[in-house]
């Protein structure tokens, strides 16, 4: 493989102005200047990059890759603290992207035939076109931008849409990942990183493709009348089934929701009264 290993202060002017790694160099008198990054010239295809060591390389800042980029088999790393960046500035194709604790950014499109997963706060995920994959994962605060639209057979995450957190779901992830590659305690399943690298290095696959369907939404009743703030509304509130079935101290029945905070009160005596 043709490339060429340069100084940052050599190929910034090629890099996107909102991407992380020219924002931060910017605004701190040039801190990468003399960073290490290897530069792939035109389209290029790759069998495999290993994002820990990309080509054998100690102390690479960021690959670079100006044109589209195929990688028929996987990208990936171990190190999610501190992996090698990489940017494409075209279209990424690759059949596995297992990744965290880099800056990873596709001025086009992104396409992973199988699974993408990035993990940790340190890793960041930037698609300014298009982004598919058949199961598409991100977790431990990993973050995402996709400007383009979104194409993903199963999303799992650990976010809903209104950005409350909530623990992955355990029986999903047996159900979607190879047995092999989940690591099963008393506690909790996990996902193997090193086991996936060895199927991918052999050609497996680290997920049950027919098992990869997309989650249904679950069909919630709109429980009142219309969605205007009214008496007959309100009261419907005191008729939950959150109601407890037993008055407190105070003879009243109360329940409380936290995240927007209600509190909802159906008074018995000693006289009858609805608060919410």
């Known amino acids: ?10 190929i910034k002017h090629l890099l996107p102005v909102d991407s992380w790694a020219y924002v931060r160099n910017e605004r701190n008198n040039g801190e990468f200047e003399n960073e290490s990054v290897i530069l792939l010239e035109g389209d290029t295809r790759l069998d495999s990059l290993n994002l820990d060591k990309p ?59 199988e699974l993408f997963w990035g993990d940790y706060n340190h890793g960041d995920l930037t698609v300014a076109g298009n982004a598919a994959a058949l199961l598409f994962m991100d977790t431990e605060e990993y973050h995402v931008s996709i400007h383009g639209e979104k194409n993903f057979k199963l999303r799992i995450n650990e ?17 979607v ?74 003879g009243n029945l109360k329940y409380e929701l936290q995240d927007d905070f209600y509190r909802v009160i159906r008074s018995q005596a000693p006289l009858p009264y609805r608060a919410v």
């Open 1 to 10: 493989m043709n490339y060429r290993i340069l100084p940052f202060s050599q």
């Open 55 to 113: 080509f054998g390389e100690e102390s690479v800042f960021i690959v670079l890759v100006d044109g589209n980029l195929v990688v028929d088999s996987y990208i990936y790393n171990e190190d999610t603290d501190g992996a090698t960046g990489l940017t494409v500035l075209g279209d990424l194709q690759a059949r596995n992207m297992v990744v965290g604790g880099q800056e990873i950014y596709v001025t086009g499109d992104l396409q992973v035939s």
């Open 159 to 175: 976010w809903d849409e209104f950005g409350n957190g909530y623990d992955l779901d355990e029986d999903l992830l047996q159900e």
């Open 177 to 250: 990942f190879m047995q092999e590659c989940l690591i099963q305690t008393d506690e909790e399943v996990m996902l193997y990183r090193e086991r996936m690298l060895e199927h991918f290095e052999s050609g497996r696959s680290v997920i049950v493709p027919d098992k990869v369907t997309a989650a249904s939404e679950i069909d919630i009743p709109f429980l009142f009348e219309n969605a205007e703030i009214s008496i007959v509304n309100l009261c419907r509130l005191t008729d939950s089934i959150l109601m407890p079935s037993e008055a407190n101290a105070n």
